[in-house]
DNA sequence: AAAGTTCTGTAGCAGAAGGCACGCTCGTGG
DNA sequence: CCACGAGCGTGCCTTCTGCTACAGAACTTT
């Protein structure tokens, strides 16, 4: 590609197109689809709790998380929000994707966790390249397909365990590599569908286990052994995305 | 499982080539992959309650429900069901389609609720098909699309509401076009993922309102209105496919 | 340093939900 | 005609959950 390096607008589309390298889909494009890209692509950048889409709002294209996270969720008719999942760099979010084919509404609210850079492309551009790119047909059902998969893990965890259960498995899968989780016991009733003070009594338990270290803004992990344990039987029988 | 059907093979074949009219995704099919499929397409039926698909079992192609209808549901260790969805005449199963894709294990299991006729197209003759056949393509992001907005819309339905919203709902979204819902308790409960005692108590709510009756195996809606009010403004603000 | 805000730890109470037990009704089949 | 089983109604008790309230700790702002 060309790399006019000082215009301000050129600039900011290949710095763009660049930054798709991420899906590997988008390098294996004919150049007429690099270039029709190229011209549409759109730069977004959300800073923290920002909102991304609300419900009901049409949608404009396709999201793709460079970087950052963002967070998919639903608010029940009582102000409770409960997390359906998230979508971190490199993934697109399968539910624009869904709405932009199917002409729907978007049907839940989308925030972002951390600040994080967005790339839009337009709905007509996004359906152009689904026509004629495979990798970009390909992309689309890949994204769907695990968008299923979350769904559908986090519709099985909701129904065979109970806040505990779940409340061990999101400290286990969402905590860094240090066995930290960084976010607040009322952000975690919010993911759960839950509420604060549930949360802090399911911490007391883990806490009085030793399992984990509890502090302002932070959770740490001090035995995973302990913790899996306290999280029950039904984390062996779960659902995984097990490759034959 | 296996067709028990005496016929000729050949006559099978054929007759589910047209019964395949159901898809028009099929219609438009060049004359080479309707050759392909012809000679591939294999038909069965399955009789009510009969296991389809287990969860952990390698699948084996794309199954398409011509008559009849599936369950997809999940077991929690515990031992309760939980149905995820229902798979209707002209629909695919998109989780064997996304387990096709992707290489996986299935994740649920799958029972006839009715006696269901299906037709399995095998899995490389499916992808064969989906690189060539725009229409295809388009089968495979619609049925996940749908599957998507269903499981969503379970997964939201089971946030925000309680037994009675849900089991209103269920009422009122599954009964035939005369009021009558035809299933006993038990099955209601493990819908909803819950007992029959809890059913049992929240029918008799409903059928003191006046909203419902209740007989041995089946339910009548005497009072839609009223049945809706019951059901509480949950209802009101659930997603809905709205076409814009 | 003082004031204000956010986060966490507790407690108590009310309602929802689940588990268990029992009795009843209805239909089927011997 | 009767026994039996499936389905339904109901009461009791326990556990889980949500809500309100309050106090102290930790961080931020002024």
């Known amino acids: 590609m060309r790399a006019p390096r000082q215009m301000p607008a050129d600039r900011n589309r290949v710095s763009s197109l660049d930054v798709l390298t991420r899906f590997e889909s988008f390098a294996s494009l004919c150049s007429d689809s690099r270039a029709l890209l190229s011209r549409n692509l759109v730069l977004t950048r959300s800073p923290r709790a920002a909102p991304v889409l ?19 969720f ?7 929000e409960a997390t359906l ?3 971190d760099p490199g993934e697109a ?23 994080t850079d967005i790339a839009l492309i337009p709905g007509p551009v996004y359906r152009k390249l689904f026509e004629s790119e495979p990798a970009i047909q390909n992309l689309t059902v890949q994204a769907l397909s695990t968008i299923v998969y979350r769904l559908m893990a986090e ?7 109970n806040h505990r259960q779940r409340l061990v498995h999101f400290i286990l899968s969402h905590a860094a590599a240090d066995g930290t989780l960084r976010t607040t016991q009322q952000h975690l009733g919010r993911h759960l569908g839950t509420t604060r003070e549930v949360i802090a009594r ?15 803004g932070a959770i740490t992990i001090l035995n995973v052994v302990e913790l899996r344990c306290l999280g029950g039987v039904a984390l062996d029988t779960e659902m995984r995305s097990v490759r034959r």
């Open 155 to 161: 519709l099985e965890q909701v129904h065979a365990s």
């Open 74 to 80: 639903t608010i029940a008719p009582n102000g409770a």
């Open 85 to 87: 999942y998230f979508i």
């Open 93 to 115: 979010c399968v539910l624009a994707l869904n709405c932009l084919f199917n002409n729907l509404l978007y049907p839940a609210w989308v925030q972002a966790e951390t600040p």
């Open 202 to 216: 399911l911490m007391q338990e883990l806490v009085r286990s030793g399992a984990v270290r509890s502090q302002r």
């Open 54 to 72: 609300h419900k009901g709002q049409a949608v404009s294209g396709a999201y793709l998380v460079i970087q950052g996270r963002l967070r998919v």
